[in-house]
């Protein structure tokens, strides 16, 4: 499952882990059998899943930062 995390671009802190095992479990469920890594339409359907956790957690938990709050004079 790393290697997968890792290739999809989710990160732990995210609570990757759990958000795979759902789309697993629920591409699964669609496919009503286990899913295998050599069947291609299975595997397409899993990675459009994990496309949709990266669309809904992107950029979600970054705070923008305030350009004034770096310049070096607050610091002195």
Do not use: Y
């Amino acid at each position: 499952m790393k290697t997968v995390r890792e290739k999809r671009g989710l990160t732990v802190e995210l609570g990757a882990e759990a958000m795979i095992f759902d789309a697993l479990e629920k591409v699964e469920k669609e496919l009503k059998k286990p899913l295998m890594g050599n069947d291609k339409k299975g595997m397409a359907v899993l990675m459009a899943e994990f496309n949709k956790i990266n669309k809904k957690e992107e950029f979600k938990d970054e705070e923008m930062v305030n350009p004034k709050s770096l310049d070096i004079r607050n610091f002195i």
